[in-house]
């Protein structure tokens, strides 16, 4: 089992700034490839960005490139997600996940273990 827990959402501005973080016990969390999810009210829980095991490979949907960064600290059992240039629409829960599966997966069924989420609100 691994536990993971979301923290650093909030209300900003658009073209503000937010950092994600995500908590992470149990089982040995460098064994995991990791991802960022997001949903926001109404839709289904979209692919934001994926990070290897080592922390060495990152994949980005299209619409974070550029603006989203996703890193890990395999020795502090934590990930993070760095959102820069926010905009209303990047409004939405987030929500990390786990994969022992080490490819770079994009469908939330391909995670085992999912956060609680953490509100990210973009205003305008």
């Known amino acids: 089992q691994v536990q993971l827990v979301e923290s650093g959402g909030g209300l900003v501005q658009a073209g503000g700034s937010l950092r994600l973080s995500c908590a992470a016990s149990g089982r040995t969390f460098s064994s995991y490839a990791m991802g960022w999810f997001r949903q926001a009210p109404g839709k289904e829980r979209e692919f934001a960005a994926h990070?290897?095991?080592?922390?060495?490979?990152?994949y980005y949907v299209n619409s974070v490139k550029g603006r989203f960064t996703i890193s890990r600290d395999n020795a502090k059992n934590t990930m993070y997600l760095q959102m820069n240039s926010l905009k209303p629409e990047d409004t939405a829960v987030y929500y990390c996940?786990?994969?022992?599966?080490?490819?770079?997966?994009?469908?939330?069924?391909?995670?085992?273990?999912w956060g609680q989420g953490t509100q990210v609100t973009v205003s305008s």
């Open positions: 990070i290897s095991r080592s922390g060495l490979s990152t």
């Open positions: 996940a786990a994969a022992g599966n080490p490819r770079v997966a994009t469908t939330p069924g391909l995670y085992d273990y």
